[in-house]
């Protein structure tokens, strides 16, 4: 067992976080805080004033738990407020965190104070911060359910020290967590250090002279046992007719917003049935510390009822003791330690007779109470504040020299490597681009698609802008223009998608999605193609099947599509058909995406290539001058990237296991070099628009997904030769090599290089002018937007409702 003491801290060695001194230098708590009205917010501001007070030179700022609906008036030591049900509250936090650098990050956990399921959404703030944690636990679960289970085993892993506040709680993360001891410490919940005093002043002041006053303090809620303690009451009276019982508290706030003071008036109801109204006294009203200091100072004997064993700490049974107040409680596990040698008295759990025994007994006889107040006051000296920081600050001196910073995986790495083409060429045969491989072999079992090939040839442009020779490219990109030109079916106004290795169509259409590709390719191609003949033809193709593009209500239809009009439309800024076609796809897009900021998404859930719905909103924003459709991007985007976040802030594509899952990113796998892919392209588009690092950050976080900066840390693709697994399992890497994974993969290396391009110092590359005179990027469309990075206005609607559909995929 590890007790912490203030010698710890005078063998800490240097840190490189440090002051020059060595003294620790700053501390990030994170927890409810005041004006919020709950007991952790008033435990997480006690330890706060207490650390300030033991460590003078260190700053201590709050990371501030607000629950959901409400808004408080925090002062500045409120670094940041994190609404509980809101992720990409918790990511911004852990952004803001680690731009302080502070030594620790030590966290007030309890059950149903953060968001998500068990809040877990605490998890994405501390998965994604740098600094060392430090965990400390206010309750402790036998019998948790499964997603309690799965986050707060997490929450054990990630921190580097766990606190509890009682042995019990020691030893049931010892014995049924599996913590190893080393890991955890035994700090007890604080207490004011006030001396012992009579009571009869304290209950002058408060007018209550000639009572024998028996006192309960917290916010009230079904689950105290305060029904036990009233109907105690008329035996207590009969002996001791002066008694009174005072309720002290308000009704919680979660409580009053469901029902309003239905279970108040309940139990004034009980009292009035048992005629005890006269020894009964309700103060309905949220206490501050000093008023509760007041209240306790006056009581002869304290009450906690509370009905269930499994409690490890009680933070007014806390207060109770250090107060030197005779304690009449349950024995919850807590109130056994605390209470133990003769500092108290327990009682059976729902048992009235026994507390009205207890209270009868020590209120007859003074001396027996004195002596159990003088052996309460003495343990209560353990417990004073200044003692608990003394064992907070070892706890801190102990992990800094231990468990330093972790590698930021979201900062700039070495330069992406350069694209290679040896996985493509061997995909690729005298047809175009086969699906499948099985392993490194390819399996003509499952033919072509044209999705594959669309990107393919959109990737030999990409290739191209990131310096591969002419000679290498031009073979390809013809073969991959050949199939997307055969796969185009005039009659039906589509293009096929699925071809059997006989190069016989499976189908005379394929599906919205696969047709929208190869509709952006084409765009691409005759915005960027390096001959004026492969221009032409994608030109014509395009206007083909622009004839035919009503209709499609598929979300990632639109966003498709929306890619190749935005880099037609931005190439020639002279094609109004196509610009009118663009915007109204792209508000309609925009018109789908939800106002709910805990899920800010156009879909009830998560499935493939998502991070393109908000990139191809931030391209036609720029090209079409629009700020509103550049702030959804970006508000989506960001939202998107929060839910990306997995153990020590890698990224985490979202995994196939939520395919059709509504409002959940829980199931981890399988991850899709897809995600990444698409992920590094739409914050090339926000850095473009915004200029904001940030996106530099992000980009760079999704791309070493690739290399193996993942949560199995197991790398997916060989830069030497530009293969890529096909995904992430439980297990490690699926170890085939299909076309999607390999295009994802070099898509991702060439919209590194064009970030690279693109983030230099200096004005950006332009070759013509919009019509207002700003420069208009010359990058790929597909890997940066148009240069402007004027600021976004705020706006206040996003254009027409339009129907759309989920993906047809």
């Not at 105690?232 to 005072?246: Q, S």
């Not at 920081?389 to 801190?396: C, K, N, R, T």
């Not at 153990?647 to 985490?652: A, H």
Request: glycine letters at 8%; proline letters at 6%.
């Amino acid at each position: 067992m590890h007790r912490v003491t203030a010698e710890t801290l005078q063998t800490a060695a240097p840190h490189r976080l440090l002051s020059s001194s060595g003294q620790i230098r700053r501390i990030v708590l994170v927890g409810s805080f005041p004006p919020r009205r709950c007991g952790i917010a008033t435990f997480t501001s006690d330890v706060r004033n207490a650390l300030l007070a033991a460590a003078p030179q260190a700053a201590v700022d709050v990371v501030a738990m607000a629950d959901e609906g409400e808004t408080y008036g925090y002062g500045e030591e409120v670094m940041f407020a994190v609404r509980q049900d809101h992720l990409e509250d918790y990511a911004e936090a852990a952004r803001r965190i680690d731009a302080l650098e502070p030594d620790v990050v030590c966290v007030q956990h309890e059950f149903g104070l953060f968001g998500g399921p068990a809040g877990e959404h605490l998890m994405a703030l501390l998965d994604a911060v740098q600094a060392p944690v430090i965990a400390t636990v206010h309750t402790v679960l036998s019998h948790p359910t499964e997603d309690q289970r799965r986050v707060f085993a997490r929450l054990l892993r990630r921190a580097s020290k766990i606190i509890v506040m009682a042995e019990r709680g020691h030893d049931m993360l010892r014995d049924l967590w599996g913590v190893p001891p080393r890991k955890l410490a035994i700090v007890p919940h604080g207490a004011p250090d006030r001396p012992l005093v009579d009571t009869a002043g304290p209950k002058q002041a408060l007018g209550l002279e000639g009572r024998e006053v028996l006192l309960t303090f917290g916010l009230l809620s079904p689950g105290k046992g305060l029904e036990t303690a009233i109907r105690a009451l008329p035996d207590i009276v009969r002996a001791r007719p002066d008694a009174l019982y005072v309720v002290l508290g308000a009704t919680h706030p979660h409580l009053v917003a469901r029902e309003g003071e239905v279970y108040r008036e309940g139990l004034a109801a009980l009292a009035e049935a048992l005629g005890v109204t006269a020894h009964i006294r309700f103060e309905n009203r949220y206490v501050d510390t000093p008023h509760l200091l007041e209240w306790l100072a006056a009581a002869d004997i304290y009450l906690t009822p509370y009905p269930n064993e499994a409690q490890i700490t009680s933070g007014t049974l806390s207060y109770a003791v250090a107060l030197g107040k005779a304690v009449i409680s349950t024995p919850y596990w807590h109130a056994q330690e605390l209470l133990a040698d003769g500092r108290g008295v327990l009682t059976p759990f729902r048992d009235a007779a026994a507390i009205a025994r207890a209270a009868t007994t020590l209120l007859s006889r003074p001396d027996t109470m004195a002596e159990m107040r003088r052996r309460a006051w003495e343990k209560g000296r353990d417990t004073v504040w200044s003692r608990l920081a003394e064992s907070y600050l070892g706890v801190v001196s102990e992990v800094r020299r231990t468990a330093p910073w972790r590698a930021d995986v979201r900062t700039e790495g070495p330069r992406p490597p350069r694209p290679a083409l040896g996985g493509l060429r061997r995909m690729t045969d005298a047809c175009g681009l086969l699906q499948h491989s099985t392993y490194g072999i390819p399996d003509r079992n499952h033919g072509y698609c044209v999705d594959d090939n669309a990107r393919a040839l959109l990737l030999t442009h990409r290739l191209r802008a990131a310096g591969l020779p002419a000679h290498d490219l031009d073979d390809l990109a013809t073969a991959y223009a050949a199939f997307v030109h055969h796969a185009w079916n005039p009659a039906a106004g589509r293009f096929r998608n699925f071809m059997g290795y006989d190069r016989r169509w499976l189908e005379d259409a394929g599906s919205d999605d696969s047709s929208a590709r190869a509709y952006w390719a084409a765009a691409i191609t005759a915005s960027e193609a390096p001959s004026q003949a492969m221009r032409r033809w994608a030109r014509e193709l395009c206007e083909a099947a622009g004839k035919h593009l009503d209709g499609f209500t598929a979300l990632r239809t639109y966003a498709f599509l929306i890619l190749g009009l935005s880099s037609l439309v931005r190439g020639d800024l002279t094609l109004g058909h196509e610009r009118d076609l663009l915007e109204r796809l792209a508000k309609g897009l925009c018109s789908a995406l939800s106002d709910d900021a805990d899920w800010r998404w156009f879909e009830p859930f998560l499935t493939y290539d998502n991070a393109r719905l908000p990139e191809a909103l931030l391209r036609a924003g720029q090209v079409l001058d629009d700020d509103a459709l550049t702030k959804a991007g970006l508000d989506a985007l960001g939202w998107l990237c929060g839910r990306q976040v997995g153990p020590g802030g890698v990224f985490r594509a979202v995994g196939t296991g939520n395919f059709g899952r509504l409002n959940t990113t829980a199931a981890p796998f399988d991850q899709q070099p897809l995600e990444a892919a698409a992920t590094v392209d739409a914050c090339a588009a926000a850095f473009a628009a915004t200029g904001d690092i940030r996106w530099l950050s992000e980009a760079r976080r999704a791309f070493d997904w690739f290399l193996g900066k993942n949560e199995l840390g197991a790398p997916l693709a060989d830069p030497e030769s530009g293969e890529c697994y096909d995904g992430l399992t439980p297990t490690g890497a699926n170890l085939n090599r299909g076309a999607e994974s390999i295009l994802s993969f070099q898509l991702a290396v060439c919209a590194m290089h064009a970030l690279e391009r693109l983030a230099q110092p200096g004005p950006r590359p332009a070759d013509k002018a919009s019509p207002e005179g700003r420069p208009v990027d010359r990058c790929p469309s597909s890997t940066t937007a148009n240069s402007d990075s004027r600021p976004i206005r705020n706006v206040s609607s996003f254009g027409p409702s339009t129907s759309l559909q989920t993906p047809d995929r």
